[in-house]
């Protein structure tokens, strides 16, 4: 018998008793369609996982000085300026495997609007790329431009927690803010984020031009505390610009000592051309290490350092975070597979049951088969493809089943739901290989069969 002929007369056989057939396949479409809800549900689930990490910044690197020492003593990461914004923008146009990178200037100092203050946690001087950075948007306004970062201008954005703390529900753009005595003009208002997995408020932040942090406000690197607080009350917050006079230590003054009031009027910073660090993204957590590789390659070379020598930076990954969660994620989406996977075979224990059945009432037919010419792995074919045909009807009806309940889960509860391709092809190619492993036994058993007793069977 060619496969048409098998599969019309196996077709033509399941024909005879349909509800039994349908019944037979309800296993199959229960299995098939668990699964295909459960995976499209967990892919779902996974990928608003995935953003959720990339939003805290599971694919950021951060790369920071290195360390100074002296007498064997060292002084910690960050203790020497080595990095320039020149690397930064040398890491965007040869490193491949970053999607951006923006320099830091780190500050912490008061702000004050009107008769309130507050201290941000985060104060960082930086460039418009650290939105792209860091996956922030913008609620309100809009972000500083490239033009601020060149010309130092006195503009920033500011954290929602930063806007309820000083504006206390009204709109901040447009208003202008202090900073050791330096007005900002508020520009935009960034997304809420909450706190980061280290507890810490991500809201609480004020982002300037990083030209206009070091050469307007601190004109130093980030102490430990607050800068703010340095200054005595009774002096002006900004005498403590460094002025050429103050160039050498020990000499006579090289001009007339200026009053509070000129100095405040016409400052003149010290300006060096460094950052404290340079955060950077890698395209996608597959590619953090070769980010890391091309990083570390370009910097070495630019900062002109031998081989064998350390480097005089280090660049920082979040890659144990990201493999906790994403190894996490696989174990939820794996056992939700699991437990669908159970209902399939339920289903194929069905399936024999039903097909032995089959094999019981149709012995006759099978000895007359035989009878007239049929060989034992002919009536194998058919008994198996019948088991096959009712395994691929119940899968696709169970694919459009468990298709139409991840949508609707996804219409009532929100829940987030991916269709996922893989799952809907695994679906089908498991359906096939129930109906073949326990339709084989059946099949097996019916091409056994003596025709003689067959014949005689009542």
């Known amino acids: 018998m060619n496969a048409f002929r098998i599969l019309l007369t196996a077709s033509k056989a399941l024909r005879k008793n349909p509800m039994r057939a349908l019944l037979t396949t309800l296993g199959i479409v229960i299995g098939v369609a668990a699964v295909i809800a459960m995976m499209e549900i967990g892919a779902g689930s996974s990928q608003a ?5 990339s939003s805290m910044g599971a694919n950021v690197l951060m790369v920071v000085p ?14 020497v300026t080595t990095l320039s914004p020149a690397d930064c923008e040398a890491m965007i146009k040869q490193c491949p495997a970053l999607r951006g990178a923006a320099p830091q200037v780190r500050a912490r100092t008061q702000v004050v609007y009107g008769n309130r203050n507050w201290v941000p946690f985060w104060m960082t001087g930086t460039t418009p790329a650290y939105l ?3 996956n922030w948007t913008m609620a309100e306004g809009e972000v500083f431009t490239e033009r601020d970062v060149l010309a130092a201008n006195k503009v920033c954005v500011l954290g929602q927690t930063l806007v309820r703390e000083l504006f206390q529900g009204e709109s901040p753009v447009g208003k202008e803010i202090r900073l050791k005595n330096v007005s900002f003009k508020v520009v935009g208002v960034l997304a809420g984020k909450g706190a980061n997995m280290m507890g810490m408020d991500q809201d609480d932040i004020l982002l300037a031009p990083w030209t206009t ?3 307007r406000v601190t004109g130093s690197t980030l102490q430990s505390t607050n800068q703010s607080a340095s200054s005595s009350s009774s002096q002006d917050t900004s005498g403590s610009i460094n002025t050429l006079s103050q ?3 020990g000499q006579a003054s090289l001009y007339p000592e200026k009053s509070a009031a000129q100095i405040a009027d016409n400052p003149m910073p010290v300006r060096f051309e460094n950052v404290d660090r340079i955060m950077a993204a890698a395209r996608n957590a597959g ?17 002109r350092i031998r081989p064998g020598e350390p480097s005089d930076f280090s660049v920082r990954d979040m890659t144990e975070m990201t493999d906790t969660l994403t190894s996490t994620t696989q174990l939820m989406t794996n056992l939700l597979l699991s437990v669908a996977m159970i209902s399939l075979v339920v289903g194929g224990v069905g399936i024999m049951n039903i097909m032995l059945v089959s094999v019981t009432e149709r012995t006759r037919e099978i000895g007359l088969r035989m ?3 049929a060989r034992g792995r002919d009536i194998l074919r058919q008994f198996l493809v ?9 899968g696709a009806m169970g694919i459009l089943l468990g298709h139409g309940g991840s949508q609707l889960v996804q219409a009532v509860l929100r829940w987030p739901v991916a269709t996922s391709p893989a799952a809907i092809i695994a679906s089908v190619a498991v359906s096939a290989s129930v109906g073949i492993v326990f339709g084989f036994y059946p099949a097996w058993r019916a091409s056994r069969l003596d025709p003689i007793e067959a014949l005689r069977y009542e």
């Open 287 to 303: 590619q953090v290490q070769e980010a890391i590789a091309q990083i570390t390659d370009l910097l070495r070379e630019r900062h």
């Open 371 to 373: 009878a007239v010419g």
């Open 132 to 134: 792209e950075v860091a």
């Open 49 to 53: 996982l995935q953003d959720a990490i």
């Open 386 to 394: 019948e088991a096959v045909v009712l395994c691929l009807a119940g």
């Open 213 to 215: 942090i070091k050469n």
């Open 66 to 79: 290195g360390t100074a020492s002296s007498g064997g003593i060292s002084f910690g990461a960050g203790s």
């Open 247 to 249: 160039l050498y230590p």
